[in-house]
């Protein structure tokens, strides 16, 4: 499907097709995952739950809510939609930009200690939004996907995005059976491969695992 479109190049030979593989990164909102394909066929993978681009919506409307210091903001559902609204304008922002401007009109209205500034505002940067969301994986992913398999028991628990990537690609190249260098293209696709943060963690884990300038990364124009 990926020569169709211009993506690949069309294998040369039958034996190109026989003894080269594609690896597939697809960075999805609310799950990722990585896909070796060989002849049309995935050979091995790995599901990467509550691993994607709405990981950092959640994450920053958890930072809004401690900024806006107001315990009942949480159990208010127009509060909260106007909070996750707000919140994912910015992160798509932050997708282009290094920083972005969180404004929320009203959010304090009818709130007594805040009667005088109803709008709530504050400046996020792309650098402090990528750290919250590896935190947040490392902490409260990571465990579950070493539990259930989806990452490499033969790696220490991922601490960061590209020990993340390192160590699902891994698991998926010890359940294929495929070597590093029979990889002949990688393609990270999905809405969230446009974060820079999985396309840098992408370039990081191929470099520890085929050495640098040993890969040819593809990333479809959006």
Same mark, same amino acid.
């Given at each position: 499907? #990926? ?15 026989? *003894? ?33 681009? $709405?990981? !950092? ?13 107001? #315990? ?5 559902? &127009? ?24 404004? @929320? ?15 709530? $505002? ?13 935190? !947040?994986? +490392? ?10 398999? $989806? ?9 960061? #995005? ?6 699902? &690609? ?10 590093? *260098? ?22 990081? +884990?191929?470099? +520890? ?9 593809? @990333?479809?124009?959006?």
């Amino acid at each position: 499907g #990926a020569q169709s479109v211009n993506l690949l190049p069309t294998p040369s030979s039958k034996e190109e097709i026989a *003894t080269t593989s594609t690896l597939v990164i697809d960075i999805g909102g609310l799950a990722s995952s990585v896909s070796l394909v060989r002849q049309d066929r995935v050979i091995g993978t790995s599901c990467l739950d509550n691993v994607g681009g $709405e990981s !950092y919506v959640q994450q920053l409307c958890e930072r809004i809510l401690k900024e806006a210091g107001d #315990a009942s903001i949480g159990q208010d559902v &127009m509060s909260l939609a106007l909070i996750h609204t707000s919140a994912r304008s910015s992160i798509i922002e932050l997708a282009q930009k290094s920083s972005s401007k969180v404004h @929320i009109p009203f959010l304090f209205m009818g709130r007594k200690d805040k009667s005088n500034e109803p709008h709530f $505002e504050m400046t996020i940067s792309r650098t402090v939004m990528d750290q919250a969301v590896q935190d !947040y994986w +490392a902490k409260t992913v990571v465990p579950k996907l070493m539990e259930s398999g $989806e990452l490499s028991a033969s790696l220490p628990p991922p601490t960061n #995005a590209s020990s993340l990537l390192t160590s699902a &690609m891994t698991k998926v190249l010890e359940e294929s059976g495929e070597v590093p *260098t029979n990889i002949q293209h990688i393609l990270l696709v999905g809405g969230g491969s446009k974060f820079k943060l999985f396309e840098q963690a992408l370039q990081d +884990a191929l470099s +520890a695992l085929m050495g640098p300038s040993s890969h040819k990364l593809v @990333i479809p124009e959006a």
